[in-house]
T-cell receptor
Framework: RKEVEQDPGPFNVPEGATVAFNCTYS??????FFWYRQDCRKEPKLLMS???SGNEDGRFTAQLNRASQYISLLIRDSKLSDSATYLC????????????FGAGTRLFVKA | NAGVTQTPKFQVLKTGQSMTLQCAQD?????MSWYRQDPGMGLRLIHY???????DQGEVPNGYNVSRSTTEDFPLRLLSAAPSQTSVYFC?????????????????FGAGSRLTVL
């Protein structure tokens, strides 16, 4: 089983739609959690950190459920510029620190 | 502030050749890592380091060597390139928990190196 699993998509949505991405992680000792965005042929960049209390950044809302080992990202009022791959990321700090990525979920927003 | 610098951006090798991908960061990050990205596979961790003189294997280490003689540099070596190593390689760095500010260990990536092995 992969340490971080995501639905690969692709998700094809019209502009203005709300779309949700899910992610699960297998190591209960995972320490910190993030969503990264990757544009085609570019390096990944941080979209937002994810906290148990939930956090919002404009049209983006991230949620963490430690009991279920589940992370989510909600995008409201999708824009064409939101088209990208969204990567779920987990930091582990047991027996050494390392950062593990999910395979990513591809989003296409169409006019 | 240059961030993470990777070289070369593009490289074509023949099977059996060796090469080194360079990675340097100027943010005093203790944690550095190498990933490869293949279509549909996401980023897979090759090797990582939590400080000078300390390295460890990720999920796909075979065929790659690393060393960390300084905090700034973390080169990735391919000793005998194989077509299966054709990929895009990313170097990334971050603070460790408790190091630096409360930046929550966010990774900063280099721009990537596209390697083709014929």
């Amino acid at each position: 089983r992969k340490e971080v699993e995501q639905d690969p998509g692709p998700f094809n949505v019209p502009e203005g739609a709300t779309v949700a991405f899910n992610c699960t992680y297998s190591n209960s000792a995972s320490q910190s959690f993030f969503w990264y965005r990757q544009d085609c042929r570019k390096e990944p960049k941080l979209l937002m950190s994810v906290y148990s209390s939930g956090n919002e950044d404009g049209r983006f809302t991230a949620q963490l459920n430690r009991a279920s080992q589940y992370i989510s990202l909600l995008i409201r009022d999708s824009k064409l510029s939101d088209s990208a791959t969204y990567l779920c990321v987990v930091n582990l700090n047991t027996g050494g620190f390392k950062t593990i990525f999910g395979a990513g979920t591809r989003l296409f927003v169409k006019a | 502030n240059a961030g993470v610098t990777q070289t070369p951006k593009f490289q074509v090798l023949k099977t059996g050749q060796s090469m080194t991908l360079q990675c340097a960061q100027d943010m005093n990050h203790e944690y550095m890592s190498w990933y490869r990205q293949d279509p549909g596979m996401g980023l897979r961790l090759i090797h990582y380091s939590v400080g000078a003189g300390i390295t460890d294997q990720g999920e796909v280490p075979n065929g790659y060597n690393v060393s960390r003689s300084t905090t700034e540099d973390f080169p990735l070596r391919l000793l005998s390139a194989a077509p299966s190593q054709t990929s895009v390689y990313f170097c990334a760095s971050s603070y460790l928990p408790g190091q630096g500010d409360s930046g929550a260990n966010v990774l900063t990536f280099g721009a990537g190196s596209r390697l083709t092995v014929l």
